[in-house]
């Protein structure tokens, strides 16, 4: 699997999202996506209680464990890549969590309109 470029939103190269837990489609910590990735797991999220309760009503629990597959689960806080499809489903119901533009790939606008991340930014658009 060959991976897009690593640009981020802002058209820099695509910053470290997180490690702790490791986070990303290819689990290297960065937002990369390519033509595997059906999820385009593309926004740099810093998840939140209310975004994770949400994310679990709607079949996708992200904060119960699963050894099985070496994921502790993630606590509020955890900076994750998330789907940007979930990501804007989670706006338009109003518990989106915060983003890091810089770690957020350029191929989440395909899905995300850029306006919507930046009300969201945790870091300045530059």
């Known amino acids: 699997m060959e991976k897009d470029p690593a640009i981020n939103i802002l058209g820099q190269e695509l910053t470290l999202c997180g490690t702790d837990p490791v986070t990303g489609f290819f689990r290297d910590g960065h937002c990369n996506t390519c033509a595997a990735d059906q999820g385009s797991h593309t926004v740099c999220a ?23 597959f070496g994921f502790a689960g993630l606590k509020p806080g955890d ?12 706006h338009d119901e109003g518990c989106a969590p ?22 969201h930014a945790t870091d300045a658009a530059q």
């Open 46 to 68: 810093e998840v939140t209680e209310e975004f994770l309760a949400y994310s679990k009503y709607v079949g996708n629990d992200l904060s119960t464990p699963r050894p099985e």
């Open 79 to 90: 900076q994750w890549c998330l789907c940007a499809a979930r990501f804007l489903q989670a």
């Open 98 to 119: 915060r983003v890091r533009l810089a770690a957020t790939h350029e191929r989440a606008l395909d899905i995300v309109p850029l306006h919507v991340l930046e009300q």
